[in-house]
């Protein structure tokens, strides 16, 4: 804890020393132009915008709204398309969205998270901060597409379990088979 007050009063530092230099570029366009500048220039306003800005987004509570918010819409999302495949499968038992809804249930939230996030980054302006909404929507891609990956992570270890089948679960499996065909043909005899 006590290297917090420390890092903030370096960084007030920082703050003043770019502060006065703004101002000595102000006296320098005043100098080269002939005319009075305005006392911090345009330069020193969109520092000024740059530090609130950046004041802004480095509190707890826009932080808290950022990550909560975004895992919400990214939870949310992830729900509702599971749920419409879930559907899609009930729907069409025997079909091919039945046989593979593990698998659609975690493919599409990875490819269009990760599509969305890599969107969102490559889209960024480096000179600018992001917005809170930018900021929301990334979060949301990122939690979305790691909700995919699980669930693929998960339908594949399922599948793979599955297609691996012990020869003695699998023996007992066929021996109670017959034992129910047995007794099935046995009970349809009049």
Known sequence: MAKKPATIEKLNEADKQISALLVNL?????????????????????????????????????????????????QISNEVINGLIRAWADWRPTGWAAHNADLLQSAPHVILGMGVYLTELALR?????????????SQAALIFSNLGMSNLARALRTRWNES???PVELEAMRAENEAMKARLAALAKP
Request: a positive charge.
């Open 26 to 74: 102000g006296k320098s366009e005043e100098q080269l132009t002939g005319a009075a500048a305005p006392s911090r220039g345009v330069v020193g306003k969109n520092y000024d915008k740059l530090i609130a800005k950046a004041k802004d987004s480095a509190t707890r509570t826009h932080k808290l709204s950022v990550d909560f918010g975004g895992g919400a819409v990214a």
């Open 164 to 166: 691996k089948g012990k």
């Open 125 to 137: 302006s480096p000179k600018k901060m992001p917005t809170m909404s930018r900021e929301m929507a």
